[in-house]
């Protein structure tokens, strides 16, 4: 019954699938640089944009299409930003683009129609930046990117328990995001992400430390499983439909699996240093 009607739904998406993708080309790739290669400005820059997508209002665009029986998320907040827009189709999308094929494909597209926004509706110049967490995989705790308290052009640190854990030093101190009840931003750190899910059966070590698990070495092993190939490495993951249409429930024009499948090939057009 689900499946059928998740069946239907995709065949009415095709037909409003973003056909030009196809015709565009891709001369000048923007360059995606690991946030410490940025200068202080290029980050001041950034941070920035995110703040201005938090300030401009929602978008009645916005039209989940999970359930929330199956979402098991708050119902579209209005009076949230257009950030919490962006936030909520990747909360109502979980059940469609997390453990499938689209997985790959989605967060591709999702972080291009970020980027996008910033550009189109707040004037961002740069490239989206990268975090090469495998850096500070042996103390994620201490990593550099949570200890610049910059206020125009740090990520700033670990909330405040004392304060609801509300991130109190950075760019985004002031940030007021809707979900899953409006509050100021907030920053845990914990090494056991998984404890609060060990009645769940698919998560077989729910005790176990993050940082025994995703050492710098168990990351490298997985990047190099299939290097430098995002096709092999999603064909590896889950055979998936080419023609499928990604969903981003009316916010962002809608592409297929085919179109992210190259991120040089006309509707994508970036690399990475
Ligand atoms: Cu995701």
């Known amino acids: 019954m689900f499946r059928l009607s998740a069946l239907v739904l995709s065949a009415v998406l095709l037909g409003l699938s973003f056909s030009g993708s196809r015709a565009a080309t891709c001369t000048r790739p923007s360059v995606r640089r690991e946030w410490r290669k940025l200068s202080a400005p290029e980050r001041a820059e950034w941070i920035a944009a995110i703040n201005c997508l938090a300030r401009l209002p929602h978008d009645d665009a916005l039209t989940p299409i999970v359930d929330r029986s199956i979402s098991n998320i708050p119902p579209v907040n209005t009076s949230g930003s257009y950030w919490d827009d962006i936030v909520y189709i990747h909360m109502d999308l979980n059940t469609r683009i997390h453990s499938t094929g689209f997985f790959f494909p989605f967060h591709r597209f999702y972080v291009h129609a970020v980027e996008s926004a910033m550009t189109e509706r707040c004037g961002y110049t740069g490239a989206f930046p990268y975090w090469d967490w495998s850096i500070d995989a042996h103390d994620v705790e201490h990593s550099p990117l949570f200890e610049d308290s910059n206020p125009i052009s740090g990520l700033g640190g ?107 090939g006309g509707y994508l057009c970036y690399v990475y240093e």
Do not use: C
Request: overall charge negative; glycine content about 6%; charged content about 20%.
């Open 158 to 264: 670990w909330g405040d328990p004392a304060k609801d854990i509300q991130v109190q030093t950075g760019g985004f101190r002031h940030l007021e995001v809707a979900y899953p009840v409006p509050h100021v931003l907030r920053r845990n750190f914990t090494l056991q992400p998984f404890l609060p899910f060990a009645s769940v059966p698919v998560f077989t070590a729910p005790e176990q430390y993050a940082n025994v698990s995703f050492t710098p070495e168990r990351v490298r092993a997985l990047v190099d499983w299939t290097p430098g190939d995002f096709v092999g490495f999603q064909f590896a993951m889950e055979f998936p439909e080419l023609d499928s249409v990604i969903p981003a429930d009316g916010m962002f024009p809608e592409v297929t699996i085919r179109d992210v499948m190259d991120t040089t």
